[in-house]
């Protein structure tokens, strides 16, 4: 079972911890996307650089969400659970150094399942990247969740939820390739299997 609370908790720390980390990172290549896009150009340079570090953050972390989710429901081999994480415990001598490996394995891993593909398109939010201490950080929160029975309403209650704790995220700049696989998922009813 899956208490909301708890999951969001966990989620927007990991989005509080990756905006402090990445907060003065890769400006330069931000500030050239905002001058080509010329969107959101009422937005200062300052708002508009914090708005897309927090939408790159959510992408992450539903990108993430999803790896986790589809482990669970087996629809691709598991590396972040804890089924995943008893394997790798016995193959790897230094797991704890080897998270963002491990994050890029599931990662590569995912991309071969043509339906999943979509959720995992390269976008400018990929600008910033997953790092060992992000990804430790992450998978380690997620380790506490079963996804196996979680449905495609509530995962994009939890998508918008994150949106709603960002006001007006949803709408600044280009939309997140994860968030809209998730909305996607739930105007389809689609159902996870």
Known sequence: ??????????????????????KYENRGIVKKFRMKSGLNKDLSEDKWCQMFITKSAINHCCKILLIK???????????????????????????DSQYNNIYNIALKDILTVAELRRAFKISDYDVYEIDNELASYIINKLLNYEF????????????????????????????????EFIKGMEEKKEILI
């Open 1 to 22: 079972m899956i208490y909301v609370e708890d999951l969001l908790k966990d989620l927007t720390e990991f989005i509080d911890f990756f905006i402090m980390k990445y």
């Open 69 to 95: 989710v589809f482990e669970d429901k087996n629809k691709v081999l598991p590396k972040l659970n804890n089924e995943g994480f008893e394997h790798w415990s016995e193959m790897v001598v230094d797991l």
């Open 148 to 179: 196996k029975n979680i449905t495609g309403n509530e995962l994009n209650n939890i998508a918008r939820l994150l949106y709603l704790n960002n006001q007006n995220i949803e709408y600044f700049y280009k939309p997140c390739p994860a968030i």
